[in-house]
């Protein structure tokens, strides 16, 4: 039991607990964090359950805050795996839970993780700071400290996701919006500066390709006037699954995750050189009730198109005008180096 939240003072902050951690770097331990709420009377929303901003953000070397050359991205060597009340359990998705009532008198238990991708020197130490945060009765956010070492390194550990890779530059990246109140689809054409950074696909065994989640080139894009951020960047929440890129330079991934600005998250969603078909079952408001993007294999000039769609019906996009229960989709133009 690491923590308790309840009581008779109304307002919670600051580090109320210390979990340490000791592994192999790109070897991860998992830990059980019990939160319990100590009011018998009422029950507790706990309206997040995530990392401190910017707190868990490593640069190659594992230097935090990060510093980072042109190119390069930062990495998150602690992970919010999930988050259980009794028998109802909620992923993490983008690091995050959200929306979680905690009963009176009952507790919440969070699994977290720890995969350092390079070892730690003498007394230092790898640490983020955990948010749980609370919306009534209780307000405020309680923090749990996470601290990481790692003497050794397992085999092959690096931070470009072991093994070799395929590297692509980003040539063009466009967008649509697909909302029938905007009368027709809003596309947008990026300008290359909206990208930060290269796709690479970790080779496997044999023809096995995936994309570990710090090598997703950052895409930045606007937002319709009246959202609630100006701009939104889509990076890849979790890493993908092993998948086939055999010699047809077809290449699917099922099941993906994306966050948007850490704000709004998008599961198991379908990124592909094939085509995706977004219908009104899942987006009610697309226009002319379907919506399809379609990609392109690696060719022999070693180009490829890949796309991926999602119905906006998660918050906080689905209520807002002209967005929610509408489709965004992205087609990714990339090129081999």
Request: charged share 20%; net charge negative.
């Amino acid at each position: 039991m690491f923590a308790a939240c309840g009581g008779t003072a109304p307002q919670v902050s600051g580090v109320v607990a210390l979990a340490n951690f000791d592994t192999t770097a790109c070897v991860p331990q998992e830990k059980t964090l019990q939160i319990r709420n100590n009011n018998t009377d009422q029950p507790q929303r706990v309206q997040g359950v995530h990392f401190e901003f910017g707190t868990n953000d490593f640069d190659k070397d594992g230097n935090h805050p990060p510093t980072l050359k042109e190119g390069e991205t930062y990495f998150q060597f602690f992970k919010v795996e999930e988050v259980s009340v009794g028998n109802v359990v909620k992923q993490a998705v983008g690091g995050m839970v959200q929306e979680i009532i905690l009963p009176a008198g009952a507790t919440m238990t969070v699994k977290v993780s720890y995969t350092p991708k390079v070892i730690t020197k003498g007394d230092a130490y790898h640490n983020t700071y955990l948010d749980v945060v609370l919306n009534g009765p209780k307000l405020g956010v309680m923090q749990i400290e996470l601290r990481g070492t790692a003497a050794t390194a397992a085999a092959g550990c690096t931070t470009d996701g072991g093994g070799n890779n395929e590297e692509f530059d980003v040539t063009a990246v466009k967008t649509t919006l697909s909302h029938k109140d905007n009368g027709s689809n809003v596309v947008t054409d990026l300008d290359p500066s909206a990208v930060s950074g290269t796709l690479k696909l970790s080779k496997g065994d044999g023809d096995k390709v995936k994309i570990v989640k710090e090598n997703w080139p950052a895409i930045t894009f606007p937002l319709p006037a009246g959202s609630p951020l100006a701009e939104m960047e889509i990076k890849l929440a979790e890493d993908t699954g092993e998948v086939d890129f055999a010699d047809d330079g077809v290449l699917t991934f099922d099941g993906v995750a994306f966050s948007g600005s850490n704000v709004v998250n998008l599961t198991n969603l379908t990124l592909t050189t094939g085509a995706v078909t977004v219908g009104s079952d899942k987006a009610p408001n697309v226009v002319g009730g379907s919506i399809t993007f379609t990609g392109s294999p690696l060719n022999d000039q070693g180009e490829m198109v890949l796309v991926v769609a999602a119905p906006l019906t998660v918050a906080p996009v689905d209520t807002v005008a002209k967005v929610g229960g509408g489709v965004f989709g992205m087609e990714i133009h990339l090129k081999k180096k």
